[in-house]
Nanobody, 121 residues
């Protein structure tokens, strides 16, 4: 079993920055992709960003391109999301997601518990 624990959320003013972290623990097994999603109240969960095992390949949702940067530290089993120039529309619960394939043939995928980000004007 793998646990994903997010941190770094909080209240920030428009134009401010936050850095989210997600630590994977337990039965981690590389290589594995890690991603961030978010869900605003009353809305569906949407893709924010993803990063490959090497960190070379990164992907972003249209609404965050140019403002958010994803990175990872495999020695720490941690993925980061640097969020700059935040706007009210970024207010949401942010969730970490990962999928792992083991050399035993089985796999695991799952979500963290989420961290809240609130952007005030």
């Amino acid at each position: 079993q793998v646990q994903l624990i997010e941190s770094g959320g909080g209240l920030v003013q428009t134009g401010g920055s936050l850095r989210l972290s997600c630590v994977a623990s337990g039965r981690t097994f590389g290589p594995y992709t890690m991603a961030w999603f978010r869900q605003a109240p009353g809305k569906e969960r949407e893709f924010v960003s993803a990063v490959s095992w090497t960190g070379i390949n990164t992907f972003y949702g249209e609404s965050v391109k140019g403002r958010f940067t994803i990175s990872r530290d495999n020695d720490k089993d941690t993925v980061y999301l640097q969020m700059n120039n935040l706007v009210a529309e970024d207010t949401a619960a942010y969730f970490c997601y990962s999928r792992m394939f083991y050399n035993t043939g089985d796999s695991w995928d799952g979500w963290g518990q989420g961290t809240e980000v609130t952007v005030s004007s």
